[in-house]
C-alpha cells in the first residue's frame, strides 16, 4: 500500500525513445491517469547515463539523475526502460526487493532470465508487469497471461518485431535494400539500440520465449528458440514470393508438439490472401489458437515510442491501482514444465528453388530425391535461368512435413550432379 501522502512515486529508468513518451504521458494525463489508479502518480525522478545531454521539452530536467540506485529506493513503482541486460536487471531486482513493483519494456532480459525476476517480484509480494515487451501496443501480454487462463492454448503464429516487418515491408514495395530500409526503422524509432537484435532474429526470439512460456505455462528461455534473422533474404526471394503470390515475413511460432513445444522464428512466405500478409510497415499481428476460443488475432503498432509507452502507461496504472487498493497480479505460471523440443519436430512446408542443368531426365532424378525421404511435391516450375541458357530454375513447393525430413531433402537435393546450386529455401506457413 502507498505510503505517506497517498501519491504514488514513480520512477523512470532510461530516457530514449520510449521513456521519453512514458514522461510525456504521465506529465500531459496526470489527472486522468490519478483518477484510474485512485491516486496521484508522482514521478519522483528519471534515471539517465548523462543529465545535461539534450533533452525533449517534456523532461522536467530537475527530475534527471545519474544515481539510479538511490531513485529506486525510492519509488513505489519502477519502470525501466533502460534495455540491456546490466544494469537494468540489478535495479530491477533492487526495486522488487525493496518492495517496488516494476514496470519493464525489456524483452532481452525477460527472454534470457525472466524466471530470476519472476521469483523475486513473488518473494516480495509485488507486480512485475511487461505488456511492452512483447508486440508494442498491442495488448497481447495480458490476454494470454490473464483473459487465457482458462483455456488451452495450442499455437501462437504472429509477427513480433516491427523493424524488420518494415525493413521487408520496404523491400517489397519500395523496392529499397535491406541498410536502407533499417536506417529507415532506426530513425523512426522502432529499432534496438543495436539493430542486429533485430536483423537477426534475437528480438522476435525473445518476445516468441515470452509468449510461449506464458501461453504454455512452461518456462522457454531465448536459448531454446529457434533462430534465423532476415540477413539472408535477398531481393529475388522478395521477387519470387509476390510472382507466387507471397509475401516475406519473419514470424514468431510456438505450438505443442508431441508431449512438448517448438519455439521458431524465421523468415516464411506468407500467401497474398492470408491475414499477416497485409500486417505492413511496423505494425505487428499475432494468432494465438486456443481449444476453446479456437482463433483469435491481435494487431497494432508493434514498435515506436508512442505507442509502447501506451503498453507501458497501462501497466502502470495497473500495479499503481494495487498499491492504493491491496492486491496483485498474477505470478509466473510455470506447472505445465513442457519440454522444449527441436525445429526438426516441427510440421511446415519448403519453397525449395534449384539451379540445374536443362537437360531431359533432371526433374526425375529431383522428384526421386524428394520421394525417397517421403516428402511430396505440391506444385513445381520450371524457367529457364536468365544468365545462362545451360541451366533451369526449378521452383517448388513441398506439402508438410517435419523439418527434419524437409531439411535432409534439401540436403540430398543439393547432392545431386544435375543440381548446380540451392538458390533459395524458405518456409511456407499459413497455408
Ligand atoms: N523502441 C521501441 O519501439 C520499443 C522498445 N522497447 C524496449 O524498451 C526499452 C527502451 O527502448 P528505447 O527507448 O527504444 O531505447 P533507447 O536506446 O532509445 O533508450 C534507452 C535509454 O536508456 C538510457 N540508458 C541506458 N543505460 C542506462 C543507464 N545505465 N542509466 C541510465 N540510463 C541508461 C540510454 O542512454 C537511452 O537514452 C528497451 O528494452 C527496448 O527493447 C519495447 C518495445 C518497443
Ligand atoms: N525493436 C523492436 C521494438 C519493439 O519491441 C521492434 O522493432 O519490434
Ligand atoms: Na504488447
Known sequence: MVAGSGAVRVAVLGCGVVGTEVVRLLTQQGADLAARAGAPLELVGIAVRDVAAPRDQVVDRALLTSDAESLVDGADVVVEVMGGIEPARGLILRALRGGASV???NKELLGKDGPTLYA?????GVDLYFE?????????????RESLA????????GIVNGTTNYVLDQMTSGGLELGEALAQAQELGFAEADPTADVE??????KAAILASLAFHTRVSVAQVHREGIMAVTADDIARATATGHVVKLLALAERSGDGVVVRVHPALVPQEHPLASVRGSFNAVFVQAEAAGELMFYGRGAGGVP??????????????HKVNGGKGPIESRYA????RPVSDAVTRYQVVLRVEDRP?????VWQAVAERGVSIETISQSRAEDDGEYADLQMVTHAATDAALSSTVSDMSELSVVVDVLSVLRVEGV
Open 201 to 206: 532474429g534475437h528480438d522476435a526470439a525473445a
Open 150 to 157: 482458462g483455456d488451452r492454448v495450442t499455437r501462437v503464429l
Open 120 to 124: 523475486a517480484a513473488d518473494e516480495a
Open 132 to 144: 511492452a515487451a512483447v508486440a508494442g501496443a498491442i495488448p497481447i501480454v495480458r490476454p494470454v
Open 308 to 321: 509502447t509507452a501506451s503498453a507501458v502507461l497501462g501497466d502502470v496504472v495497473t500495479v499503481a491501482r
Open 337 to 340: 514444465q513442457l519440454p522444449a
Open 361 to 365: 531426365g533432371v526433374l526425375a532424378q
Open 103 to 105: 514496470v519493464t519494456a
